[in-house]
């Protein structure tokens, strides 16, 4: 699959983030745009297309429509709409729920039959849209769960133990949102288990706790002083699409379809999964502390309620 061709149904920031770290990464051989806003498309292939020059290598790119997702390896869902002042994140969810349903059905009719990577939000039930809607094996549709917020909570713990953000090997689980959590006894610094090295250097564990709250509060931050997030979820969703491209078998904490692991079922939430050309190979199951399985319950229990409550009638209509 390596060297494939991109969809993208979106063409708003968060899309032409991803767009713009794949043309400078390069690594695929063609590039589709999808958008209702067609004139934006076209300047969008424009602009992106009088950088190949500088490009690592050649990448077809083009403005397009629905057909060209026929034989895409990958397609990329970015588009829906933001949440506006004063809405609720089930109003949001209901908007979405049914342009990702539209999305869906469109790319579908082409004849499609490849991954599709979804992160329009409330990602985790967008997700799971598209997999009814699609009718797709559970391990091709993918949201990009907390694999944002992952990259977050590294940052920040590199930068607190002034250790590379490489070396950094922790996990945030559950929904992407307000109830996520960090097992942290699977967090290591290198091949150290975190909390040795704060108890070696007596850092105080609830630091922790406190750059996951930054780690939460982080996207509120950035809205607040420029109005959205677009690059590092850009950057976040190349990854994803790297290591389905090159086979990697790596592991990144994508939602995903649970089955009966981690005591739940019939719910796309944020947990590592071993990535490749397939899409999910299979989930890792981590040993949750009771605490912690409280929190992964509590967190598919909200996404749950608010599927319930109106989701499930919009797939099902």
């Given at each position: 699959?390596?060297?494939g061709k991109?969809?993208?149904?979106g063409?708003?920031f968060?899309?032409?983030?991803?767009a713009?770290?794949?043309?400078?990464?390069?690594?695929?051989?063609?590039?589709?745009?999808?958008?209702?806003?067609k004139?934006?498309?076209?300047?969008?292939?424009?602009?992106?297309?009088?950088?190949?020059?500088?490009?690592?290598?050649k990448?077809d790119?083009?403005a397009?429509?629905?057909?060209?997702?026929?034989d895409?390896?990958?397609?990329v869902?970015?588009?829906?709409?933001?949440q506006?002042?004063?809405?609720?994140?089930?109003?949001?969810?209901?908007?979405?729920?049914?342009?990702v349903?539209?999305?869906?059905?469109n790319?579908?009719?082409?004849?499609?039959?490849?991954?599709?990577v979804?992160?329009?939000?409330?990602?985790?039930?967008?997700?799971y849209?598209v997999?009814?809607?699609?009718?797709l094996?559970?391990?091709?549709?993918?949201?990009t769960?907390?694999?944002?917020?992952?990259?977050?909570?590294?940052?920040?713990?590199?930068?607190?133990?002034k250790?590379s953000?490489?070396?950094?090997?922790?996990?945030?689980?559950?929904?992407?949102?307000?109830?996520?959590?960090?097992?942290?006894?699977?967090?290591?610094?290198?091949?150290?288990?975190?909390?040795d090295?704060m108890?070696?250097?007596?850092?105080?564990?609830?630091?922790?706790?406190?750059?996951h709250?930054?780690v939460?509060?982080?996207?509120?931050?950035?809205?607040?002083?420029?109005?959205?997030?677009?690059?590092?979820?850009?950057?976040?969703l190349?990854?994803?699409v790297?290591?389905i491209l090159d086979?990697e078998?790596s592991?990144?904490?994508?939602?995903?379809?649970?089955?009966?692991?981690?005591?739940?079922?019939?719910?796309?939430?944020?947990?590592?999964?071993?990535?490749?050309?397939?899409?999910?190979?299979?989930?890792?199951d981590?040993d949750l502390?009771?605490?912690?399985?409280?929190?992964?319950?509590?967190s598919?229990?909200?996404?749950r309620?608010?599927?319930?409550?109106?989701?499930?009638k919009?797939?099902n209509?």
């Open positions: 699959m390596k060297n991109i969809a993208l149904v063409t708003g968060v899309g032409m983030s991803m713009y770290s794949m043309l400078n990464r390069g690594g695929i051989s063609e590039l589709v745009l999808i958008d209702i806003d004139e934006k498309t076209k300047g969008e292939e424009m602009d992106l297309s009088h950088g190949l020059p500088f490009a690592p290598q990448m790119i083009k397009g429509d629905y057909s060209d997702c026929k895409a390896q990958i397609v869902i970015t588009a829906g709409a933001a506006k002042p004063g809405q609720t994140r089930l109003e949001l969810a209901e908007v979405n729920a049914k342009i349903k539209q999305i869906t059905k790319i579908m009719e082409s004849g499609f039959n490849g991954i599709i979804v992160a329009s939000n409330p990602v985790d039930l967008m997700t849209v997999y009814k809607v699609s009718g094996p559970k391990n091709q549709v993918i949201g769960g907390t694999v944002l917020d992952t990259a977050r909570l590294r940052y920040l713990i590199a930068d607190y133990l250790i953000s490489k070396n950094i090997h922790a996990y945030i689980l559950g929904e992407h949102g307000d109830s996520s959590f960090v097992p942290w006894k699977h967090a290591y610094v290198g091949c150290k288990k975190i909390s090295v108890k070696d250097n007596n850092y105080p564990m609830e630091d922790l706790d406190n750059i709250k930054e939460v509060n982080a996207a509120y931050e950035i809205i607040e002083k420029k109005k959205a997030t677009y690059y590092a979820i850009g950057m976040s190349n990854r994803i790297r290591a086979n078998n592991i990144l904490t994508v939602s995903t379809y649970l089955n009966n692991q981690y005591g739940q079922d019939d719910i796309y939430i944020g947990v590592p999964s071993i990535i490749n050309s397939n899409g999910i190979r299979e989930i890792v981590l502390s009771e605490e912690e399985q409280k929190k992964l319950n509590k598919c229990n909200l996404i309620q608010m599927r319930e409550s109106s989701i499930d919009i797939i209509d």
